[in-house]
């Protein structure tokens, strides 16, 4: 199959309507250069006519360079007892001056008649009449069909009636809307077939997920003749979101071989998905298909031990597809196997018959025993292997620190401050640091403390602290792991540190962090003086 099949994103406007998510104007510019950079065929950049943000988009877009995508305006059919040339919202999409423009109409009749309150032949005076008024000022207009598969489960003899008007109209698609999300696959198929009877204009299908069916009912649309798919980047939107492109383009290119975007385009689908997470300022979902950072994540020794010799024996595709790529996770599930993948991956020469292979994996079984997880902690997992194999340095030794939360006032905050002292070689430093917190006074401590000696530190940051209870049956005497992410300029790098003391558990991790900064320093020194 090469059929092409055109990806309209609408994540500025039906994603932004999601709880949590609200893109200020430059997020949305942001977030179109991304999308364009990605190759989809067509950006809806919002309705105009409804807030000012969205107007001053189509105004500030134009100025984008833009090499692949369409810029899209959105808006309804005119209101009922306006005049067309006389409706605000007709006058706004007019005035963003795009070459398209999407528009919705009612193709239900329960909303017909309840929500809109006006006749059934009027609601089809609206969808004709705006079609036929817009196409005197843009290239295309494309109709979305809201709620016309439930509509056409009422009463299929009106939603067919509401596309034959919109295509009589001359609209360039008809978008088959399923607005509230509840049809399933095998209603989609269905009632595509009965639509093809009489429609022959391209036909589109935008899906919402509120019963986890988006992907599955674009896809079957597709199938069943549809030529043009909307979604939304991480299926964000209102309720339980929108048909995700994430996986809706891997799914119709790679597996079923339409054309939706040029493949080594498709290799930037991983790094647009987390691009628009971070936007959004939201966390990316870890097991999110094709381009969750846990898609190809392997545990189990037995799937490594496969994956080692032929990748495609547990995973459906490659990752590298969609830019994403193989993880092997070492936990108390691990083996052999798992240990000789991340050896390869941390540079680590190891040989499969040595006794150090399973000296590894029993202390990393002894750790998680201790409520240890390596799985999110790397470069903790790294200095792991060299200190099991007796190659792992000190760069500093610790003589003690002592860390201090004083609070004065009910109403004011505490006060932390951290002391430390530690050797270098031959040399002792003692210092004092504050911080927002005692685990951020201590860490501004031991930077304090180290950066006369390994001055690469000024460049580190701490960009992530999380604390987890590992035994909740204690109480506040419970263990706690803490993870800590660090990074530069250059890379980012997470640490684990367990205890009982949260501040013992996180000098662990933050000690890690350092020294994982230090060692990577010194191989780059030693590699480029080789």
């Known amino acids: 199959m090469n059929r092409t099949i055109e990806i309209y994103d609408t994540t500025l406007r039906d994603g932004a309507q999601a709880e949590d998510i609200s893109f ?43 090499k692949n995508s369409k810029i899209v305006a959105f808006g309804s059919t005119h209101r009922p007892k306006l005049k067309i040339e006389n409706d605000a ?12 423009i999407t528009i919705f109409g009612k193709s239900w009749d329960f909303h017909v008649t309840e929500a809109l309150k006006i006749s ?23 109709f979305d069909a809201e709620h016309f598969f439930d509509g056409f489960k009422d009463n299929p003899e009106y939603a067919q009636k ?9 609209a360039d698609c008809l978008v088959l809307c399923d607005t509230n999300g509840g049809t399933l696959p095998h209603e989609i198929s269905e009632i595509m077939i009965k639509v093809k009877e009489k429609i022959r204009a391209p036909l589109g299908v935008h899906a919402h997920n509120d019963s986890d069916c988006a992907v599955a009912n674009s896809i079957v649309a597709v199938l069943n003749g549809a030529v043009h798919v909307q979604g939304t980047m991480n299926g964000f939107g209102e ?43 939201l966390t990316p979902f870890k097991r999110q298909p094709f381009v969750g950072e846990s898609a190809f994540a392997h545990k189990g020794g037995v799937h490594v031990s496969a994956i080692r010799k032929r990748p495609e024996t547990y995973e459906h595709i490659r990752p590298q597809l969609v830019g994403n ?50 799985e999110g902690a790397d470069a903790s997992l790294e200095l792991l292997f060299k200190k099991t ?25 505490p006060l932390s401050e951290a002391t430390i002292m530690v050797k270098v070689g031959k040399n002792i430093e003692h210092t004092a640091a504050t911080g927002n917190g005692p685990v951020n006074a201590l860490d501004n401590a031991l930077r304090k403390a180290l950066e006369r000696f390994y001055p690469e530190l000024k460049k580190v940051k701490l960009k992530d602290y999380k604390v987890r209870v590992v035994n909740s049956g204690k109480g506040t005497a419970s263990k706690v792991r803490v993870l800590i992410e660090s990074g530069d300029d250059e890379d980012v790098w997470s640490t684990v540190g367990v205890s009982e003391n949260i501040i013992e558990a996180s000098w662990q991790a933050i000690v890690d962090g350092i020294e994982y900064k230090l060692y990577k320093e010194k191989s780059k020194r030693e590699n480029s003086n080789a």
């Not at 006058?91 to 070459?99: C, G, N, P, Q, V």
């Not at 032949?121 to 843009?138: A, F, G, P, R």
């Not at 509401?162 to 001359?170: I, M």
């Not at 891997?250 to 971070?278: A, H, M, W």
């Open 24 to 66: 200020s104007l430059e997020d949305k510019l942001k977030i179109t250069e991304k999308l364009d950079e990605l190759g989809v065929h067509y950006i809806e950049g919002g309705w105009p006519g409804s807030n000012p943000k969205d107007a001053e988009f189509f105004k500030k877009v134009k100025k984008l360079n833009l």
């Open 89 to 100: 919202n007709i006058k706004t999409l007019i005035a963003s001056e795009t070459e398209i």
């Open 120 to 142: 059934l032949e009027e609601n089809l005076s609206l969808i004709y009449n705006t079609i036929v008024y817009l196409k005197k000022y843009v290239n295309k207009v494309f």
């Open 162 to 170: 509401c596309l034959e008007v919109a295509e009589q109209a001359g």
């Open 239 to 281: 309720r339980c979101g929108n048909a995700n492109l994430c996986s809706l383009i891997p799914n119709l290119q790679i597996k079923l071989g339409f054309r939706c975007i040029d493949d080594e385009k498709l290799r930037n689908l991983t790094e647009t998905s987390r691009f628009v997470y971070e936007i959004a300022n």
């Open 325 to 374: 790529r193989q993880r092997v996770l070492v936990s108390d599930l691990a083996g052999k196997s798992n240990i000789l993948k991340k050896a390869e991956e941390f540079n680590i020469s190891l040989d499969p018959n040595s006794p150090d292979v399973q000296a590894i994996v029993d202390a990393v079984k002894n750790l998680e025993n201790e409520g240890f997880q390596f």
């Open 389 to 413: 194999l007796g190659l792992k340095r000190k760069f500093f030794d610790l003589i003690g620190f002592r860390v201090i939360d004083e609070k004065r006032k009910w109403d004011e905050p």
